[in-house]
């Protein structure tokens, strides 16, 4: 059994209508530890011929045997790997990983050894066994044309492949680097199967164990030059590394890394345009900002649970007595007099000036901007202090105020805000930097459940109560304040949960109240409700176009540079590095073009929001927007990669080998 059979082989190639015969009837058989040597004249099939064994070109006839087994079935993943565990490939323009040094292209070849030490150290030695062990870190374009050669000598021999096929390896080299390089080749390929193509028999004559000659696409003549002693038995090649998903990833990563960083130009450009990309998506998210409080519970009101809401049919008010025994009458937790505290949960001050003095003419035309101080943790103040009584406020204002408030006192003298016809003190501020955040003006707890309660007796007397007589809503505070003339007569209890305070319910009422547990009493607006939900919707369905349209714009600015890696993919793949291994190298290498325009764009956001001037230019953005950035960022980048894959991976590789070749 013969290593290497082919038995009445048969290529034939089809273009325009035209037929034209690459090799026909070859019957040849190869053992390993040959160095066959194929001269012809230009066109007679020589390179045919070596296509065919290296599976890189598909034959039509006859059969080939691979240590006796037949080939002719095999499909295109079959070939993949018939060529990464057989062949190596050496060519006449080098094919050497320009951008990358000479450690690096052998290193590539080495990949099945997982241990990078390991890996580096057999790179070194084949390195020093073709006389570049004095180069290792200089990079592929600058080495002469013979020192190139050897590299991919080092690269073919690093794959440690059976089949060596060296197409005119010294077709571009002057007289004494192609002596060399023969010799070279000779010395190193001892146990292998070594094919070179030449049009210059005379430099391989003394090494050359055969001689066949090709005419007119069929053998012309086949001849064993030396008796050759030296012939091994046919050994079954090693299993090359079973490739598995995770060494392919890790493998994919190391090349998609090394990939990175030894073409600067070309990350440099990928990393600034999905700089650009990244600023667009974050201009956008900040922009549609209002989407995302799809999800925020200031529009999903939450009944308190084990609330139970009563009040009086008549106009009286509550009094403590009254309140404390039903609360021991119907087993309540606690009770609570001017309960409109939970209900006012924000206060509409629509269109009305508190002026400042500080400010001259500027005003809060906001809405809410009533805050009690347990409402939320508002930090330590920037200066001053939290109110103390009811008639002192702390300002809590945007950073962008600072370049009209001030940065560090107050005068307690021209400090005061007045609203609602009465004057309070400021006593302190604290600046925030979420500029989407209004500015509010926070007061005690006890003056928030007096303004509260004011406001709610008086919604009650010009506005229509609910439907079951409970007060629930806001409106317009400075109505509220200057009509003070109401009474309040709605009190809560507060039980263990909302099934408790249902249980008490018949009781209460039988007792001559109204009584109604606080979930009882929401009614979310439906309408409003689905508008917002359409609103959102709409602003997220924007934003996913966007990031659509950016995808596109990245995929656009990349194209070009699609050359230079289509050059470096075909050599790869001639070198036998799985598809596989390449495609996770590129996705690899775009995710890390990623990683600075990230950086950057959070570092010059973080320092937009910290500066008072320009704090308020661009709209505050919360984890869930930087979720969402990275999430577009993500799409763009694997979809910009898909598309490059795609163009890249249309070609053949012997096609591509040719393009490349021409390029
Ligand atoms: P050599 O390497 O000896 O110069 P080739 O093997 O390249 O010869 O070519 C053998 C014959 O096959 C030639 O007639 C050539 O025109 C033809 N041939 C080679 N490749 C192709 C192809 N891709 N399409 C059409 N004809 C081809």
Excluded at 603 to 628: D, R, V
Aim: glycine letters at 6%; aromatic letters at 12%; proline letters at 3%.
């Amino acid at each position: 059994m013969a290593f290497l059979q082919l038995k009445d082989i048969g290529k034939i190639y089809v273009s325009d209508n035209v037929v034209t015969v690459g090799i026909r009837n070859v019957n040849l058989s190869f053992e390993r530890g040959e160095f066959v040597a194929i001269t012809g004249a230009s066109g007679s099939g020589k390179s045919t011929l070596l296509n065919v064994i290296s599976g890189m070109d598909s034959y039509e006839e006859g059969e080939l045997y691979i240590e006796g087994n037949p080939t002719s079935h095999f499909i295109q993943s079959d070939w993949e790997e018939y060529r990464e565990k057989y062949i190596s490939f050496i060519f006449q323009d080098y094919n050497i990983l320009e951008s990358f040094t000479v450690l690096q292209n052998v290193e590539l070849a080495l990949m099945n050894i997982i241990n990078p030490r390991e890996r580096r150290q057999r790179a070194i030695e084949l390195l020093e066994r073709v006389g570049l062990g004095g180069h290792l870190k200089q990079k592929g374009s600058q080495l002469s044309g013979g020192q190139k050669q050897r590299c991919v000598i080092a690269r073919a021999l690093a794959k440690d492949s059976p089949i060596i096929l060296a197409d005119e390896p010294t077709g571009n080299l002057d007289a004494q680097s192609s002596k060399e390089i023969i010799e070279l080749l000779r010395e190193v390929s001892k146990d292998k199967l070594l094919f070179v193509v030449t049009h210059n028999f005379d430099e391989v004559e003394n090494c050359a164990t055969r001689h066949v000659r090709v005419f007119d696409g069929a053998i012309e003549s086949d001849h064993v030059l030396i008796p050759d002693t030296e012939i091994t038995d046919s050994v079954p090649v090693n299993e090359t590394n079973n490739n598995t998903v995770t060494n392919n990833l890790s493998l994919g990563f190391e090349l998609g890394r090394a990939t990175f960083h030894a073409q600067p130009k070309l990350t440099t450009l990928m990393c600034f345009f999905l700089l650009i990309g990244t600023i667009g998506v974050t201009l956008i998210s900040g922009l549609l900002a209002d989407s995302f409080q799809l999800f925020d519970k200031y529009y999903m009101f939450k009944p308190m649970d084990g609330r139970l809401i009563i009040s009086k049919s008549q106009p009286a008010e509550f009094t403590e007595e009254e309140l404390i025994r039903l609360k021991d009458k119907y087993g309540a937790e606690s009770y609570y007099m001017y309960d409109a505290i939970f209900d006012v949960k924000t206060v509409l001050v629509d269109d009305i000036k508190v002026e400042l003095n500080r400010f001259g003419n500027t005003s809060f035309n906001y809405e809410n901007v009533l805050f009690n101080i347990s409402r939320e943790n508002y930090g330590k103040p920037t200066f001053g202090r939290y109110p103390k009584s009811d008639d002192e406020v702390l300002l809590y204002l945007p950073l962008s105020y600072k370049n009209y408030y001030g940065h560090n006192e107050i005068n307690p003298k021209a400090d005061e805000i007045r609203f609602g016809g009465r004057a309070y003190d400021v006593v302190g501020v604290k600046y925030f930097i979420d500029n989407t955040k209004k500015p509010r003006i926070v007061v005690t707890d006890s003056a928030y459940a007096k303004l509260s309660v004011t406001i709610s007796r008086n919604w009650k007397n010009f506005k229509n109560l609910g439907d079951n007589g409970f007060f629930s809503g806001w409106s317009n505070i400075l109505e509220m304040l200057e009509q003070d003339d109401g009474i309040y007569n709605q009190a809560s209890l507060f039980f263990k949960n909302n099934r408790a305070a249902k249980k008490a319910v018949s009781g209460i009422i039988k007792d001559g109240y109204i009584a109604c547990p606080s979930d009882a009493t929401y009614s979310p607006d439906i309408i409003s409700v689905i508008e917002r939900i359409i609103e959102c919707g709409g602003s997220l369905f924007m934003w996913f176009a966007i990031v659509m349209f950016l995808a596109f714009f990245v995929n656009l600015c990349t194209h070009n540079s699609l050359a230079k890696v289509k050059t470096d993919l075909v050599i790869l793949r001639s070198m036998g590095i799985p598809v596989r291994v390449i495609k996770v190298s590129l996705y690899i290498r775009m995710y890390l073009s990623l990683i600075p325009g990230i950086i950057i764009t959070a570092i010059g956001a973080t320092l937009i929001f910290l500066s008072p001037n320009w704090n308020g230019m661009f709209s505050f953005l919360h984890w869930y927007q930087y979720l969402m950035i990275l999430i577009g960022m993500l799409y763009i980048t694997t979809n910009v990669t898909k598309k490059q894959i795609r163009s890249l991976f249309s070609e053949s590789v012997k096609k591509s080998l040719k393009g490349g070749a021409e390029a």
